[in-house]
């Protein structure tokens, strides 16, 4: 159960991090919009780049993340139904622990004639 909790606690931190940086992504883009229009192009257009790079390291982070999440939910699929195997192999243990009980006597000749 902690190997999941690790990954809950990972999947949580990365998402966080994707989130905080789309959102200063968007601060940026707002200011660019601003800024279109002033008189010095080439610093207006490096920082665009700079900002175009930036959209780019963020998606391979995002995709990055949906891998990481799918392979996550997988191991935890796997950790979950082996979870299950183990209670089904623990209840048939406790099935067999339980001593045989031969029905009384009595009960088989209660279906004589009157």
Same mark, same amino acid.
């Given at each position: 159960?902690?190997?999941?909790?690790? =990954?809950?606690?990972?999947?949580?931190?990365?998402? =966080?991090?994707?989130?905080?940086?789309?959102? =200063?992504? @968007?601060?940026?883009?707002?200011?660019?919009?601003?800024?279109?229009?002033? *008189? &010095? #192009?080439?610093?207006?257009?490096?920082?665009? &780049?700079?900002? #175009?790079?930036?959209? &780019?390291?963020?998606? +391979?982070?995002?995709?990055?993340?949906?891998?990481?999440? @799918?392979?996550?939910?997988?191991?935890?699929?796997?950790? #979950? @139904?082996?979870?299950?195997?183990? =209670?089904?192999?623990?209840?048939?243990?406790?099935?067999?622990?339980?001593? *045989?009980?031969? *029905?009384?006597?009595?009960? +088989?000749?209660?279906?004589?004639?009157?």
């Amino acid at each position: 159960m902690a190997t999941i909790e690790r =990954m809950e606690k990972k999947r949580s931190s990365q998402v =966080m991090e994707i989130l905080e940086a789309v959102k =200063m992504l @968007g601060a940026e883009v707002a200011e660019l919009k601003i800024r279109i229009g002033e *008189p &010095d #192009v080439i610093e207006l257009k490096a920082e665009i &780049d700079e900002t #175009v790079d930036r959209t &780019d390291e963020i998606l +391979a982070a995002i995709r990055s993340t949906a891998l990481d999440i @799918g392979q996550q939910t997988k191991q935890a699929s796997i950790a #979950v @139904g082996s979870m299950a195997d183990e =209670m089904v192999n623990l209840k048939t243990e406790i099935a067999e622990l339980r001593p *045989p009980i031969a *029905p009384p006597p009595a009960a +088989a000749t209660r279906r004589t004639k009157k």
